[in-house]
């Protein structure tokens, strides 16, 4: 049977300046390229996995891993235009609700000429994400077996909580993205497949400050007390550390130029599940993810920047 991945999370429009400095506490700073692209951590996700899916391989032979998104749009056209989006890149939108009350989300992101970035959220329609409409999705998937679920912390956190349990509960392999950093419940945590927090979201979770591999290592010790079985800390250019109950590896990401980091995270994320969908043992899943996310960092945009399955098979592994 196909695989099937169910992203939960938000959905945004991005309003980008991208200049050569971002601008310290009350000032302003002049210049720039403005740039407005579909955005939210779950969105972007949701279109990686999406364009990342194969419609056959030698792990997964047959139709191509299905992509559902569970979200709340505004009535506005931004919400018009997500939804339009979404359908085009080929994802199921049966549970992305339009909300008569609140407005889509919108982030507003400054990017520098290394390609950091700053970026500060109103989220809207996003914050009434609901376990009703979580439960609903969650109910319509007969292939629990077969299903990995990816969520991240830009929708209530009682939601997601709820999603991680369910989802948990009828054998759904569960990914969480903890995005923005905040502190989570253990008991939740321990119903997790797999973690990918960043270094500012590891030591929040783990009080590890991680700056290096055998700071990974304590942080992904800490995290495995916890009850998560199989740790993914992303360190940017230098690619992700990986600890599992198998052992622990260093994976490489290819090395590029940066020019916007905007999405690189969940274009990681995107990736690494639809090749734990598609049946690839983690340390390929994390390679894959890797080589996604490098091609990102090198394309302006959020969802723009987001590579098609053919990019990323282009580069070879790195495990090192």
């Known amino acids: 049977m196909p695989?099937?991945?169910?992203?939960i999370g938000s959905s945004n429009t991005d309003m980008v300046i991208k200049g050569d400095k971002l601008p310290a506490p009350g000032e302003t700073v002049l210049g720039g390229t403005f740039l407005m692209n579909p955005g939210g951590k779950g969105a972007n996700q949701a279109v990686a996995a999406a364009r990342l899916a194969t419609t056959s391989s030698p792990f997964s032979p047959g139709p191509a891993t299905t992509v559902t998104f569970v979200a709340n749009v505004g009535n506005d056209i931004f919400g018009r235009q997500a939804l339009q989006q979404f359908e085009r890149e080929?994802?199921?939108?049966?549970?992305?609700?339009?909300?008569?009350?609140?407005?889509?989300?919108?982030?507003?992101i400054g990017v520098d000429s290394k390609g950091e970035n700053c970026i500060m959220v109103a989220s809207g329609a996003n914050a009434r994400l609901g376990q009703e409409q979580?439960?609903?999705?969650?109910?319509?998937?007969?292939?629990?077996?077969?299903?990995?679920?990816?969520?991240?912390?830009e929708t209530p956190i009682p939601t997601v909580d709820y999603a991680i349990r369910q989802s948990h509960e009828r054998g759904m392999r569960v990914v969480?993205?903890?995005?923005?950093?905040?502190?989570?419940?253990?008991?939740?945590?321990?119903?997790?497949?797999?973690?990918?927090?960043?270094?500012?979201?590891?030591?929040l979770l783990t009080g590890v400050r991680v700056t290096d591999e055998t700071t990974a290592q304590q942080a992904a010790h800490r995290l495995h007390e916890m009850g998560v079985p199989n740790v993914v800390i992303t360190l940017g250019s230098r690619g992700a550390y990986l600890s599992t109950p198998a052992g622990a590896s260093m994976i490489a990401a290819p090395p590029v130029t940066?020019?916007?980091?905007?999405?690189?995270g969940d274009c990681f994320n995107g990736a690494l599940v639809i090749a734990i969908a598609e049946g690839l043992d983690l340390p390929d899943a994390v390679a894959f993810a890797c080589k996604a996310a490098s091609i990102s960092v090198t394309r302006m945009g959020a969802q723009a920047s987001i590579p098609h399955r053919h990019e990323v098979d282009s580069l070879p592994l790195l495990i090192i």
Do not use: K, Y
């Open 90 to 108: 080929g994802i199921r939108t049966d549970f992305v609700t339009t909300d008569a009350d609140e407005p889509s989300g919108v982030a507003l």
């Open 134 to 153: 979580v439960a609903r999705a969650l109910a319509a998937e007969t292939n629990a077996d077969n299903a990995v679920v990816l969520l991240q912390l």
């Open 3 to 7: 695989s099937v991945v169910c992203v």
């Open 176 to 203: 969480l993205n903890p995005a923005p950093a905040q502190l989570l419940d253990p008991a939740v945590l321990a119903c997790l497949h797999v973690i990918t927090p960043n270094e500012t979201e590891a030591e």
């Open 258 to 264: 940066a020019v916007d980091t905007t999405a690189a």
